[in-house]
């Protein structure tokens, strides 16, 4: 004790000791701005954004409006640099280049496992989707590919359509809904219904959805950057995901044992596969990619429905266009919706894909360079080891270089193709096989909502599906204009892009 008291008796007073923090403070700031004016850049890397803040760069400028903070520094920078976010280095690249280089880009230089698995691992669980050995992913999507087919989506069509009708029933005949909220509840129906199983449906309305609660609270932008802190929030995560393993094993095993095995549904598709190797695919894998596939579908279909009907909600004319185009398909709006009809919907299938141009779910994907450097040719630009590649779809497919008036919301374009995007020369590597059948598309394409090359998303199907006949249903069944009267703004504080509120539709019942 004579110790402790002799040293805190030679301590200044508290006073000093808070002029030499505050003037140790000053000289980090100083060395960090200082050290970004005086020390030359080096030609061979893409230009640094400058940032104020040691360690925490430009993450507030990004955090609050990461389109204008991207834009913005493409004016000042070019297609290709680099800004620091809470200690971590993110290159951009823009345009259609950018977009190859970032989606194309071998897996021994950068790797999408290293850059989510980390925060993932928590959520789908070990050993499945960036958990796996690459080769093993690859068969995991093509056991998940397979189970979304179009004999299974000429089943799902009904159902999606009866499911929606339900789920609307009670709503009265007129009356006020949160878009974003009413869909994300309606897609997480239609897909338990659809791919998760009738067991894990009938239990929708009670447990299977507080767990999903818990494991989205481990998917938010804190989670990328801090992927394990010692709060409740990931303590729930965490056991959210053991109980939805459980679930989805007792499930498997009473499948089993009562010799239930004549299910359409992708739960039954990846009990019946096997790996390579010939061993069946354990229930905890089943289990993880069935949470992917949750995840994946429900994120990105809840945001988009609920961008379609906002937009449509402000053009009447361009709905009454749609009805018109049912009725020509379909004969009248009485009619079942089919899957074959669906795919030849051009007007609503162009209403879709502008959503996903003016509003992509997910704005930005990333890579982590794994090797010493990573080279971007065209610009002969090296990219060091650690630092993140990041395409961002929500910056190129909003560029006038490749859209006119890109901006305004207009479904036509895609039928009328007279955007400078129509005359681009594709990629030739939209047939390439990573394992999971052809990627279907360039990566060299200014709009990618599902990314490309062998990290595509490969429920890009059952998701327009999905969507096409979510709005083709309601839109047969109300008439609904914009609460607020205008179309909201973006929300960038969530990992999937989603309207600010209030974005309320006021709905009336159709005769």
């Known amino acids: 004790m004579a110790i402790v008291s002799t040293l805190l008796g030679a301590m200044p007073p508290a006073s000093t000791l808070a002029v030499y923090l505050v003037l140790a403070v000053g000289v980090v700031f100083a060395i960090h701005i200082l050290s970004q004016l005086i020390i030359p850049a080096n030609p061979k890397q893409p230009p640094n954004v400058f940032s104020w803040v040691p360690l925490l760069g430009n993450a507030v400028q990004f955090g609050m409006d990461p389109i204008s903070f991207i834009k913005d520094c493409q004016k000042k920078y070019g297609d290709v640099f680099t800004f620091t976010m809470v200690g971590k280095r993110v290159t951009v690249c823009l345009g259609a280049d950018g977009n190859q280089f970032v989606f194309n880009a071998k897996q021994n230089l950068s790797s999408a496992a290293e850059a989510y698995n980390h925060m993932t691992k928590f959520v789908f669980g070990e050993e499945v989707v960036y958990d796996a050995p690459h080769s093993v992913f690859m068969e995991q999507k093509k056991f998940i590919k397979a189970g979304l087919n179009s004999d299974c989506f000429r089943v799902h069509v009904p159902l999606i359509q009866q499911e929606t009708l339900d789920f609307f029933s009670d709503k009265g005949a007129t009356g006020e809904f949160d878009a974003y909220n009413t869909f994300a509840a309606l897609i997480i129906r239609t897909a338990a219904r659809c791919l998760m199983g009738k067991e894990i449906y009938n239990n929708l309305d009670e447990k ?304």
Request: glycine share 6%.
């Open 208 to 511: 299977v959805a507080d767990l999903y609660y818990d494991l989205d609270q481990g998917f938010k932008p804190i989670n990328f950057i801090f992927p394990n802190l010692p709060l409740p929030s990931y303590r729930r995560r965490d056991a959210a995901r053991e109980k939805m393993k459980a679930l989805y094993s007792s499930i498997i095993q009473r499948r089993r044992e009562s010799n239930d095995m004549d299910n359409n549904d992708l739960l039954q598709a990846l009990m019946d596969a096997t790996y390579k190797d010939g061993t069946h695919i354990p229930d905890h894998h089943v289990a993880g990619m069935l949470i992917a596939v949750l995840f994946g579908g429900q994120h990105t279909s809840a945001t988009t429905s609920a961008w379609t009907l906002l937009e449509l909600a402000a053009q009447p004319e361009l709905v009454k266009a749609l009805r018109a185009e049912q009725i020509e398909k379909f004969g009248s709006l009485n009619a079942d919706i089919t899957f074959d009809a669906l795919k030849d919907m051009p007007l609503l299938d162009a209403t879709i894909r502008e959503t996903l141009r003016l509003h992509p779910p997910i704005f930005q994907m990333m890579r982590k360079v794994v090797a010493d450097k990573i080279v971007f040719e065209k610009y002969n630009l090296e990219i060091p080891k650690g630092n993140h590649l990041c395409a961002a779809p929500g910056v190129t497919q909003i560029d006038e270089t490749y859209f006119n008036e890109p901006l305004k919301y207009n479904p036509y374009r895609w039928l009328e193709k007279s955007d400078p995007v129509n005359q681009m020369e594709q990629g030739d590597d939209a047939n390439i096989d990573y394992g999971f059948g052809a990627v279907g598309i360039s990566s060299r394409s200014p709009f990618l909502p599902f990314g490309a090359g062998r990290h595509r998303c490969i429920g890009e199907q059952f998701g327009y599906l999905q969507l096409k006949t979510i709005v083709s249903t309601f839109i047969r069944t109300f008439d609904f204009e914009l609460a607020t009267g205008k179309v909201p703004k973006s929300d960038y504080t969530s990992m999937v892009v989603v309207p600010e509120h209030p974005a309320n539709i006021r709905f009336t019942r159709r005769a």
